[in-house]
């Protein structure tokens, strides 16, 4: 039954291209958006620039003189044009630059107010008003941080900075050649993809199957078909983890290589969970298409909560996507020995098996499969 479980799912390609193609394009989107991203002097635009530098309007409307020797306003403005991280095309009015952010001709553009050079000189806060559109999400996230690098700059090349504080963040439990983005986005990827496509193949599983309403009039129990179906889709599950790990470090230069077993132990957690769960699905619904779109609530319903960018409570110490994201974050990032999981390896174990008992007694009281 296991075999025959086996050929089905290797017959129907175009499944099995998806559960491999998708998450490889999301991938490969994340690897040339953070190496575009990351490369120097290659902007369109302006070749000495980074290529991902924000196109800045300047409007400089400070006509106040109390520095003795510098226009402190036009000299900010040289730091702003000699940044790699920005563009700048300078704007007689506020309106003018207005216009400009309207139809797309820079991503946003600052203000720098009248009184800016009196406030410095006389320790007074100044200010520099910065526009952005509501609607340029990437921009709202970016500029801040570019623009108080500058600010950085110009106070400490002025000597102003004397008897202050200033940080630099460091990373620290990152896997060596990783960024933040690649590692972080990278293991909600992997262990997300493994969960949610078995779960997804797993919840076509039992519904529907006609030939395997023929096998149960055979000495064949129920319950060896669930197993054999359980095992059938964690051999995808554990395929495509090898597909996806391999991928991750090789494209992102990532070195886990030392922890490549725990890896895999952690992927075929979520491999088997995912087939439990998809299982489950299958026996509860009536039809393929109520099928599908209980699925669809599984995955929106996991990226919510599966994420980990907000708290969910108990789910995180009991839903095994939430539980194998913690472990592998821990275990790659901390170097924290698979030891230390081991009440959490049995809860996911127990959970599975939980799965697979429930999906069973509805099972034995379905008379049809379709």
């Not at 801040?144 to 106070?155: G, L």
């Not at 979520?270 to 599908?292: C, D, E, F, P, W």
Request: charged share 15%.
């Amino acid at each position: 039954m296991f075999i025959k479980e086996l050929k089905l799912i290797s017959n129907d390609k175009f499944a099995l291209l998806l559960v491999f193609i998708l998450p490889a394009m999301i991938m490969g989107t994340m690897y040339l958006a953070i190496n575009e991203g990351s490369t120097i002097g290659m902007s369109n635009i302006d070749p000495t620039k980074n290529a991902d530098a924000v196109i800045l309007g300047l409007v400089d409307i400070d006509t106040t003189d109390t520095f003795p020797g510098q226009d402190l306003s036009a000299n900010f403005s040289w730091y702003l044009q000699n940044s790699p991280d920005f563009i700048v095309t300078m704007y007689g009015t506020e309106q003018e630059a207005l216009e400009a952010l309207y139809f797309g001709q820079v991503d946003v553009y600052a203000v720098l107010s009248h009184g800016f050079e009196g406030n410095i000189t006389n320790d007074i806060p100044t200010f520099v008003d910065i526009h952005i559109s509501s609607t340029d999400f990437d921009s709202m996230s970016e500029v801040s941080s570019r623009f108080s690098r500058v600010v950085q700059e110009f106070r400490f090349d002025h000597g102003w900075i004397l008897g202050e504080i200033a940080s630099y963040n460091y990373a620290e439990f990152q896997p060596p050649g990783a960024s933040s983005l690649t590692a972080t986005f990278g293991v909600f990827m992997i262990v997300f993809a493994v969960f949610i496509a078995v779960s997804a193949t797993a919840a076509q599983a039992i519904v529907g199957d006609i030939p395997l309403n023929r096998m149960l009039l055979t000495p064949a129990t129920k319950m060896e078909a669930l197993i054999a179906k359980i095992l059938g889709y964690f051999i995808v599950g554990m395929l495509q983890a090898q597909f996806l790990l391999v991928l991750w470090m090789t494209l992102f230069n990532i070195d886990l290589w030392h922890q490549y077993l725990n890896l895999n132990i952690i992927m075929a957690l979520m491999s088997i969970s995912g087939a439990g769960l998809g299982l489950l699905i299958s026996t509860l619904v009536q039809t393929r298409l109520q099928a599908n779109q209980s699925f669809l609530f599984l995955l929106f319903g996991s990226t919510i909560i599966g994420t980990g960018f907000m708290d969910v409570g108990l789910l995180d110490d009991y839903f095994p996507l939430n539980m194998g994201r913690i472990m592998f974050v821990d275990m790659a990032f901390k170097n924290i020995a698979i030891t230390e999981f081991i009440g959490d390896i049995y809860l996911i174990l127990l959970m599975t098996l939980a799965f697979i008992l429930i999906s069973w007694a509805i099972f034995v009281k379905k008379t049809t499969l379709a």
